[in-house]
T-cell receptor, first 108, second 114 residues
């Protein structure tokens, strides 16, 4: 079965603390994984895709096929990082399978 | 470059009615996919169109249908509306092979069924 699991509904941290948003997937084959972010009252935006191995806004994510994980990390959280984060798996053609999402709250 | 445009932004319909939502992709993008977002079920894939052909379909009843025009604009239709169809409907466009480029989402149409 194709599935994406984000175990935390809410992650609450203080400004300057490290952040790790967890994502595990189930997929038979070579996965294509993404992180999307939705800031308050804004549209869903692509944050990262594992193919490009970019670092966007200080966030990175590494695909670990052995642990079937694609966790999102940032060494020092900022208040403007507060948003809803979705991990997604491309499950054939242009079908994205989303996790339930994790709300990141960064407190001053 | 204009983004993905969805119209209308808000809709209120009565049970049993039908509704048509529209999505204009980014210029040059040939793939349009649709998603339903609800608090209970999260983001769920409805279907995807590429060059006027449906290539992929999610697990939704036949009341949900869509189409794509030659200019890549897409519409989705929901017939015989039920209360549970109340949701934010999002469309996303990509050049074609979305894995290489990611997907750009519109702001969505919020449908309320009363």
């Amino acid at each position: 079965a194709q599935r994406v699991t984000q175990p935390e509904k809410l992650l609450s941290v203080f400004k300057g603390a490290p952040v790790e948003l967890k994502c595990n997937y189930s997929y038979s084959g070579s996965p294509e994984l993404f992180w999307y972010v939705q800031y308050s009252r804004q549209r869903l935006q692509l944050l990262l895709r594992h193919i490009s191995r970019e670092s966007i806004k200080g966030f990175t994510a590494d695909l670990n096929k052995g642990e079937t994980s694609f966790h999102l990390k940032k060494p020092f959280a900022q208040e403007e990082d507060s948003a809803m984060y979705y991990c997604a798996l491309r499950g054939g053609y242009n079908k994205l399978i989303f996790g339930a999402g994790t709300r990141l709250a960064v407190h001053p | 470059k204009a983004g993905v445009t969805q119209t209308p932004r808000y809709l209120i319909k009565t049970r049993g009615q039908q509704v048509t939502l529209s999505c204009s992709p980014i210029s040059g993008h040939r793939s349009v996919s649709w998603y339903q977002q609800t608090p209970g079920q999260g983001l769920q894939f409805l279907f995807e169109y590429f060059s006027e052909t449906q290539r992929n379909k999610g697990n939704f009843p036949g009341r949900f249908s869509g189409r794509q025009f030659s200019n890549s604009r897409s519409e989705m239709n929901v017939s015989t509306l039920e209360l549970g169809d109340s949701a934010l409907y999002l469309c996303a466009s990509s050049p074609g092979q979305g894995g290489d480029y990611g997907y750009t989402f519109g702001s969505g149409t919020r449908l309320t069924v009363v």
